[in-house]
C-alpha cells in the first residue's frame, strides 16, 4: 500500500493518492488530471476510484474530467445530489482498493454531504483517515457554507460537526493519521496549522476543537467566534464541482491567446475584460498598464483573485512574466477562472516598446516612511483583523484586503494615503484596485509592517492572543 499527499501551497490544498494492488484511488483531485494519469501509468496501476469529501467551495475538483478519462466511479457521501454520474455512499460503506478497504464516514456540518474515508490496511486494521474540511490540523471546518434558510444556520451545522466529530472522528485509535483536505492559508477554517498530516491522537492533544471537556454549546460558540465572511467565488466553485465544468484542455487552449499590443488594447477597449498583471509587486509599481490589478503569481496567487474578483465568469486579460502564460491561467482555473481571452504576447516590456501608455505607484522604504510618519498621516493596514489586532502601527486603521471592494467609501481621494501590509505584497494589490478605482493619492510602503517596526515607527505592544485569528 503506497498513500501520497500531493499538496499544492498556493491552495493549501492536499489531495491524495492511494495504491494497492493493480488499484489506485484519488481523494479530493485538483483541476489538472495529468499528474494523476501520469502517477497511475508509471505504477501500472488503474484508478478505480475518484472519493469526494464534499462539494468543495474554494477550488474546482478534478473528479469530472478524471472519471472520464480513467473510467474511475466518483464516490460523494450521503446527501450528495450531482448532476453527473457518481456514486452515492452510505455511511459505512466499504470499497475495495487492491488488499485494502476505504470505508465512507458521514460527518455532516462543514457541509451536509460532507464524508471521511477510513483507510484499513490489508490486516483490516484502521490505517488513517481522509478528513476533507471536516477535520483540520489545528482546527475544524467553518459551519457557515452550507446555510439554507432559517433551519440550517450557522449555529445547526457546529451542532451536526460537534456530533460528527465525536462519534465518528476521536473514536477511532490514537495512532491513525489525519489527512486533511486543507492547511494554513485556506479560508475553510480559522486557525489551521502550517503542518498537512497529524494523527488522531495528536490532534485530540493539541486542537481546541477536540478537548475531551468541551460540551456541545462551548463548541458552537467556539467554532462559530470570530468567523470572517466566505470569499465570493465559493459558491460559484460549489455549483461548477456539483453540476459539472469545461474541459480544462479547452480552457487552457482559449486562454493561451497571444496578443499583440495593439491587439490586447483592442480588447481591452471593446470588451468588459480585467486586465490582470500576474509579475511580481516589485516590478508592478515601477510601471504597468493603466486600470490593470496586480495579483503576483509567487504569492497566493488563486485565493487572492477569488477573494478580490468575486465572479468566476468575468473575462480575463493577463500581463505574466514571459513564459508564465500556462502556469497562470492553469492556476486561475483551479478555481474557477475560466474565461481568460488571451495574454499580452512579450509581456509589459512589449507594450513600452510598443509606445503605448503606462502608469505607476508610488512607492517608498520603510525608513522614508519613518521620516514622515506623524499623527496627522493617513495610514491604512491591509492585514487581516487578527494580524492587525496582535501589533499594529499606532494610528494607523484596519481595512482588510480581503474585504476593500466594500470599503472603497473609507478612502479619501484627496488625501495622500499610506498602505501597508506584512511584507508588501498585499498592499501592491491594494494599490492597483484603488489605483483603477480613480485614487491618486496612493503610496505603497516598501517591506510591510515588519520593515515598518524594524525602522523604529510607534507600534502597539504585541498581543498573543490576536495573533492567529
Not at 485494502?100 to 462543514?110: F, N, R
Not at 464524508?115 to 483490516?124: E, Q, S, V
Not at 467554532?223 to 465572511?229: K, N
Not at 487572492?304 to 500556462?326: D, K, M, Q, S, Y
Amino acid at each position: 500500500m503506497k498513500v501520497e499527499q500531493i499538496y499544492t501551497g498556493c491552495l493549501a490544498q492536499g489531495a491524495y493518492y492511494i495504491v494497492s494492488g493493480k488499484d489506485a484511488a484519488i481523494v479530493d483531485p485538483l483541476r489538472e488530471i495529468t499528474p494523476y494519469l501520469e502517477r497511475a501509468k508509471k505504477d501500472g496501476v488503474k484508478i478505480k476510484y475518484i472519493f469526494e469529501t464534499h462539494f468543495h467551495a474554494d477550488f474546482v475538483s478534478g473528479h469530472v474530467d478524471l472519471a472520464k478519462a480513467t473510467g474511475a466511479e466518483i464516490v460523494y457521501g450521503p446527501t450528495a445530489n450531482p448532476a453527473f454520474k457518481a456514486h452515492i455512499a452510505t455511511h459505512g460503506e466499504e470499497f475495495t482498493i487492491g488488499d485494502v478497504t476505504i470505508t465512507a464516514l458521514h460527518t455532516p456540518g462543514h457541509t451536509m454531504e460532507s464524508t471521511c474515508y477510513l483507510l484499513k490496511d490489508k490486516t483490516k486494521n484502521d490505517y488513517a483517515v481522509f478528513t476533507g474540511d471536516t477535520l483540520f490540523i489545528g482546527d475544524v471546518g467553518r459551519p457557515d457554507l452550507a446555510q439554507k434558510g432559517a433551519d440550517i444556520t450557522q449555529e445547526y451545522l457546529a451542532g451536526l460537526l460537534y456530533e460528527s466529530l465525536r462519534n465518528h472522528i476521536v473514536t477511532l485509535n490514537d495512532n491513525v493519521i489525519v489527512y486533511p483536505a486543507h492547511g494554513a492559508g485556506s479560508a475553510c477554517g480559522k486557525n489551521m496549522s502550517k503542518e498537512t498530516v497529524s494523527t488522531i491522537g495528536q490532534q485530540k492533544q493539541f486542537n481546541y476543537a477536540l478537548r475531551a471537556s468541551m460540551t456541545k454549546d462551548e463548541f458552537i460558540k467556539e467554532v462559530t467566534d470570530g468567523l470572517l465572511p466566505p470569499p465570493g467565488y465559493f459558491p460559484m466553485n460549489v455549483k461548477l464541482n456539483k453540476e459539472g465544468y469545461e474541459n480544462i484542455d479547452k480552457v487552457l487552449k482559449r486562454g493561451k491567446t497571444p496578443l499583440t499590443a495593439d491587439e490586447f488594447e483592442v480588447v481591452a477597449n471593446e470588451t468588459n475584460a480585467l486586465i490582470l498583471d500576474t509579475r511580481s509587486p516589485d516590478l508592478f509599481v515601477k510601471g504597468f498598464i493603466p486600470n490593470s490589478i496586480s495579483i503576483g503569481i509567487d504569492g497566493t496567487f488563486a485565493p487572492w483573485v477569488g477573494a478580490l474578483i468575486p465572479n468566476v465568469n468575468h473575462e480575463l486579460l493577463l500581463i505574466t512574466e514571459v513564459g508564465r502564460e500556462e502556469e497562470v491561467i492553469t492556476r486561475l482555473a483551479r478555481v474557477g477562472y475560466d474565461h481568460v481571452v488571451g495574454y499580452l504576447n512579450g509581456g509589459f516590456e512589449s507594450w513600452k516598446a510598443a509606445g503605448k501608455e503606462t502608469d505607476s505607484i508610488k512607492s517608498i522604504s520603510a525608513i522614508q516612511f519613518a521620516s514622515l510618519y506623524g499623527e496627522k498621516l493617513e495610514v491604512v493596514d491591509v492585514r487581516k483583523p487578527g494580524e492587525f489586532e496582535a501589533e499594529h502601527v499606532v494610528m494607523a486603521k484596519n481595512i482588510p484586503l480581503d474585504y476593500l471592494n466594500d470599503n472603497m467609501s473609507s478612502f479619501n481621494a484627496a488625501t495622500e494615503t499610506y498602505l501597508h501590509c506584512a511584507g508588501g505584497y498585499r498592499s501592491v494589490i491594494a494599490a492597483s484596485i484603488l489605483k483603477s478605482r480613480g485614487f491618486e493619492n496612493i503610496v505603497n510602503v516598501e517591506g510591510g509592517f515588519k520593515a515598518i517596526k524594524g525602522a523604529g515607527v510607534s507600534c502597539t505592544n504585541f498581543n498573543c492572543t490576536s495573533s492567529k485569528s
